[in-house]
């Protein structure tokens, strides 16, 4: 497994952002900013289906990730250093979130077709910036989890103001995060904004390590 410890300008906890330090990383990051307001417009306090719309497009990048180096090891015959169980674990994460949401928000037809769109468009998009730059593709997903971890919060604001009601959570959700059977969307959605910030310090983490030649940046 990778040995991840933060680099000094990481901040830890929830808050974290990762200062863009090269035009690469500020691509990322214009990216991440033009996707959130997109969302922003397209969602804008709705936020359960938002999530379903944006998990679908999160559990792209591991997968991707996980097959590149899969393939990439077997063609080197070299170890991985744990980099494939880790990306395949992210996507199976994010399949996750994905699956519940939709059984909290119900999405309607045509946020399937949103679902369908996104699976296609940022799929490829993602596969080609993953073969050619890694590190970018690392550093575009720690902010997007940048971005994942401010909407989940502002999720949790609106049930704890009341403005969405705190359903119980689904039986998918108690049974994959070990919640209690009383356990509510709020319960649910702390869940998953951790989880979101697992993936943020390990994608920030990853791009760091390709800039400091312990990873590989492409063949």
């Known amino acids: 497994m990778l040995n991840q410890e933060l680099p000094p300008n990481m901040k830890n906890e929830l808050a974290g952002h990762k200062l863009p330090i090269s035009i690469s990383d ?12 997109s969302a922003d417009f397209l969602f804008k306090k709705r936020y359960g289906h938002r999530a379903v719309v944006l998990e679908t497009v999160a559990a792209v990048p591991g997968m991707v990730a996980g ?37 909290i928000a119900k999405p309607s037809t045509f946020e399937r077709f949103l679902i369908f769109l ?17 590190r970018t ?17 502002e999720y949790l604001n ?18 994959y995060w070990n919640l209690g059977k ?28 390709i800039d400091n030649s312990n990873l590989s940046q492409s063949d």
């Open 26 to 37: 500020s691509f990322a990051l214009g990216v991440t900013k033009f996707l959130r307001n």
């Open 67 to 103: 097959v590149i180096h899969h393939l990439r090891s077997l063609r080197r015959m070299q170890n991985d250093n744990g980099l494939i169980r880790e990306m395949l674990e992210e996507a199976e994460n994010e399949r996750m979130h994905l699956m519940t949401f939709i059984e």
């Open 118 to 134: 996104a699976q296609i468009g940022f799929g490829t998009f993602y596969t080609f910036l993953y073969i050619f730059f890694n």
């Open 137 to 153: 593709a690392h550093r575009m997903i720690g902010y997007f989890e940048e971005e994942a971890v401010t909407s989940y919060t």
């Open 158 to 175: 609106e049930i704890d103001k009341g403005e969405i009601e705190n359903t119980p959570a689904p039986e998918i959700a108690i049974n």
């Open 182 to 209: 009383d356990a509510s969307l709020r319960d649910v959605v702390i869940a998953v904004r951790n989880d979101e910030a697992g993936h943020r310090d390990k994608n920030h983490f990853i791009a760091d390590e």
